[in-house]
């Protein structure tokens, strides 16, 4: 399996602010995802991000507030724009392994908006 | 779209005792993929499930998909307090991202 990192592993930011997540792979993946998880919550998807492409948003995400970078096949940024607290979540990214379809995920970014 | 429900949304158990979480999707799935996360952790991924009716087992965990593919449980046979934890199924259909279920929280008292 991949392994991911992510930077920070956690932040305090002010509202209005934006806070940009890095998302490390030790290996090339064509599939990179972020996810959000609020406390005691379940996963929800925020998008899809394929290098060399335009990342597909979900249902309820917008390009404007949460822009996504992927530069190459090892790297992904996740931009949480003009933030609230309402945007105080765990951020997660994950890969897919292109053979099997599983997924694993980085040790998440804890954002707290005051 | 695909709905992913699953149930319960919490169990506590005595140590020893046996543990069963239930996934069913909306429409079929190519696969169904479970991860557990551990409190303060983020999800590991464990196993996935592909053919119609397959059976894995993992020492004490037994995963099952349903024979439709829409529906697959977990089963944890004499629990341990290191099976504390979220228990999430996560469905996928080909090409398409995974969709979670709210996931079944397991606390084991010794």
């Given at each position: 399996s991949a392994v991911i990192s992510q930077k920070p592993s956690r932040d305090i930011c002010q509202r209005g602010t934006s806070l940009t997540i890095q998302c490390q792979v030790d290996s090339q993946v064509t599939m990179m995802f972020w996810y959000r998880q609020q406390p005691g919550q379940s996963l929800t998807l925020i998008a899809t991000a394929n290098q060399g492409s335009e990342a597909t948003y979900e249902s309820g995400f917008v390009i404007d507030k949460f822009p996504i970078s992927?530069?190459?096949?090892?790297f992904s940024t996740l931009t949480v724009s003009n933030?609230?607290?309402?945007?105080s979540s765990i951020y997660l990214c994950s890969v897919e392994d292109?053979?099997?379809?599983e997924q694993y995920f980085g040790p998440g970014t804890r954002l707290t908006v005051t | 779209g695909q709905q992913v429900m699953q149930i319960p949304q919490y169990q506590h158990v005595q140590e020893g005792e046996d543990f069963t979480t239930y996934c069913n999707s909306s429409t079929t799935l190519s696969n169904i993929q479970w991860y557990k996360q551990r409190p303060g952790g983020h999800p590991v991924f464990l196993i996935q499930l592909v053919k119609s009716g397959e059976v894995k087992k993992q020492k004490r965990l037994t995963f099952q998909f349903g024979e439709a593919k829409k529906n697959s449980s977990l089963h944890i046979t004499?629990?341990?307090?290191?099976?504390v934890g979220t228990y999430f199924c996560a469905g996928q259909n080909s090409g398409y991202a995974l969709n979670f279920g709210k996931g079944t929280s397991l606390l084991v008292t010794p």
């Open positions: 992927r530069p190459n096949l090892t933030m609230s607290p309402e945007d292109p053979g099997t379809y | 004499a629990t341990q307090t290191t099976d």
